[in-house]
């Protein structure tokens, strides 16, 4: 199993600033996520994130307003910006590995709140 | 597109009690199905994985089962506790434009009562 560990856990922030969350794997993985789980909603992808290349996003998500790094194999970032209140969600880092046969793992969620 | 649906929304039950949470999707071609747990506030606990060349999978009080062609799983809990209480969430793994997802259900709350 993998262990996922992410920061910052929860952060207040004000609208028109950028947040960046990491997410940190206890082992090397090949596909790593990222989600967002609006309140009382279940979680939606937002990309995957891709080990040297630029990631992977869903229809209604973009580069230009949750822009994510992977430079290795335990790694990656989501940034959240020009924050509006609507951006106030939990967002999960999620990673898996190299099979589809495997389990898919996530991180505890960092908890967004934009004023 | 793939569609992950579950049932009932909300459950609540007293202690001791056996139960099924359902779960079913609209594309019987995926790779696995994975249930989750989630408390308040916190991450997603994997339960139990099903490949999808598998009809059950077995941890402790909980037995998950899939059938595929029909596009149906469920989540059988014995013998519930009060510590069981959280939200049981239902995904399944498929490739949609040549890449791999995990699409979620949205859950059933679980309430058992002591």
């Known amino acids: 199993s993998a262990v996922i560990s992410q920061k910052p856990s929860r952060d207040i922030c004000q609208r028109g600033t950028s947040l960046t969350i990491q997410c940190q794997v206890d082992?090397?993985?090949?596909?790593m996520f990222w989600y967002r789980q609006q309140p009382g909603q279940s979680l939606t992808l937002i990309a995957t994130?891709?080990?040297?290349?630029?990631?992977?996003?869903e229809s209604g998500f973009v580069i230009d307003k949750f822009p994510i790094s992977r430079p290795n194999l335990t790694f990656s970032t989501l940034t959240v910006s020009n924050m509006s209140p609507e951006d106030s969600s939990i967002y999960l880092c999620?990673?898996?590995?190299?099979?589809?046969?495997?389990?898919?793992?996530f991180g505890p969620g960092t908890r967004l709140t934009v004023t | 597109k793939q569609e992950v649906t579950q049932i009932p929304a909300a459950l609540s039950v007293p202690e001791g009690e056996n139960l099924v949470l359902n779960c079913s999707f609209t594309?019987?071609?995926?790779?696995?199905l994975q249930w989750f747990r989630q408390d308040p506030g916190k991450g997603l606990t994997s339960l139990l994985l099903?490949?999808?060349?598998?009809r059950e999978q077995t941890s402790g009080r909980l037995n998950a089962s899939l059938d595929k062609s029909s596009g149906r799983s469920t989540l059988y809990i014995a013998a519930s506790q009060p510590g069981d209480s959280a939200t049981y969430l239902c995904?399944?793994?498929?490739?949609?434009?040549?890449?791999?997802?995990?699409?979620f259900g949205k859950g059933t709350k679980l309430t058992v009562n002591p």
């Open positions: 999620s990673a898996s590995g190299t099979s589809s046969s495997y389990e898919q793992y």
């Open positions: 594309d019987s071609a995926i790779y696995n």
């Open positions: 994130a891709n080990q040297g290349s630029e990631a992977t996003y």
């Open positions: 995904a399944v793994r498929f490739v949609q434009g040549g890449s791999e997802k995990l699409v």
């Open positions: 082992s090397q993985v090949t596909m």
């Open positions: 099903i490949q999808s060349s598998q």
